[in-house]
């Protein structure tokens, strides 16, 4: 049996970041004693959380799909951990499970609010935060039930060699007979997305990207992660009734002033659409994603990857690297999942 | 029996606008002789003819859902009229017929282009122009099929008092529960919108707008027939899963520089939607959309209006009021249907 924590360190947010990037002062460790757990609690010891582009919007005080976090409250964040100490029925030390753990070592809350994972025999933890996660789900019914996507259609990705990006590009590359466009912002990320089977692939920093663009021609499908200029660009090469989905802005979400679309209504010429979405309202059919998701995988036809910040040397969990996450999303240096490790090595399960 | 006539007049595109309204360089005025008919042909006098938003759309060589109007090829207009002469079979002289006719004195072509009409008793042969015509179709497919408008729901309707908003708002007013934000462009037009029932009418010319704009609150489907601005502010104000019917964007059309949209990224957040569409895709199911729309009317729900442009004294045909026509509707100095009268008085049936 492992002795109970008595303290624990977590990020709160400390001021609410201007437009523009999370800065030093965005957010405060702080260190708190670990209350006795109550009836129906559990205590969680974090292993990994997921570092997502929508987390900037969470940051503010505005309408969204989510409620901002506020000031002085942990820094919300999707997280696997397991379980180090339980008052709650169906929970016993050791269990993986997965939650809303945020941004600190311990979670401790009413059981409710976490569901157990299962790793299979090969698979990985962290494939919960990634493939199996948020990311995963995002992907799966953005691409097909926000895009309708047919066999033989043309299909671009922006933010391709992101965490939905990536799975979105295989799913597309896998279907039959389309033609996968994919976009990212490093040659490094380009030749990747190459090796993977895209039919074309262009870096939106290249100076002739434009220009290249315009050859893609028209398009059926366009898995939007970006927004701004990419996504003008592509309402002008929309094919009747093509369905742009909605799935980030990245682009757009540190941006001093937002890029200006003028190529709406080519919507109306095009019988097309734009439709936004937030997977977690898919949670019902989670299980269909999940088991097409690892059909795929097991076919080989999905290489999934993971951008892994770890406590640095000398540290005693990986929270000094949360904005640095964020950092690493906003500036596209990840290829794949972005995840921090919080808690430390010693404590760690297998990867 | 009539004389057939020998010679008819009509406007062709003469010279492409730039972006802004057409100009006297626009069109020119054609005589012809009218050819012998062939077998299948049939040759019909145009009563009236449709003045749509939409048509600055056909004079731009871009692409769109229709191919532009040619430089030398008639102005292309849905219209009534009557059959004159005719070597097709079904179709006999004075039948009503609707079609593609035109800004000309005489439409002349196979028979397979034209649909016969009926006009019921009390009805009105312009009606198959209005409220049963294109405009009948396009807001009862977009605020049901594309708004998916549902009991209770708070329902913005910009050009609510245009051809196509004047039905959706009557729609709407009539839907269980609706709450009914209409904006038009003048007193005279809000104080009518007033009078059938809408909760709120707002002049987007007065400068309170933006201020009586944001008291409307959250919404859940709006109705876009001018995009631009009203666009832009809308969503910013949308409810969860929030539907935007593009229908129109009658601001843009003319526009020298476009409206530059930069609250798109909503869409994600409110898991929200803006769709195009053109209701003759919808032509399969024209009669549940009539008859659904006579229904209204019967009941006195629908009060529908026409703004009729005819011939000027001392002209042979209504042609030379077609331009105007056009600045009329871009101009937002209709209410309801804007129609140009084609044939002389001497030769028009009822209206």
Known sequence: MSLIPTDS???????????????????????????D???GEVLVRVEYVSIDATMRNWLNPTRSYMRPVEIGEVMRAGGIGRVVASRAKGFVENDLVFGTLGWQEYWLGPAKHLEHRQTPRGGKDIDHLGLFGISGMTAYFGIFDIGRLKDGEKVVISGAAGSVGLIVTQIAIAHPKCTVIAIAGTPD???????????TVLNYRDPNFRKAFKKVGLIDVYFDNVGGEILDMVLAQLNPHARIVCCGAISQYNAKTPYPLTNTPSLIAMKASMTGFIAFEYAARYSEATTYLAELQSKGSIKYEYHLLEPRQGE???????????????????????????SGNQQSSKL
Chains 1, 2 share one sequence.
Do not use: W
Request: with cysteine.
């Open 189 to 199: 990320k380009c030749a990747e997305l190459e090796k993977l089977g895209c039919h």
């Open 37 to 39: 757990l109550k009836d």
């Open 9 to 35: 360190q977590r990020l709160v947010l400390h001021k609410r970041p201007e437009r523009g990037p999370v800065t030093d002062e965005t957010f405060s460790l702080e260190s708190i004693s670990i209350p």
């Open 316 to 342: 005693r969990n990986g929270l000094g690297r949360c904005t640095e996450g964020m950092e690493v999303v906003y500036q596209g240096k990840n290829y794949g999942k972005t995840l921090v490790k919080i």
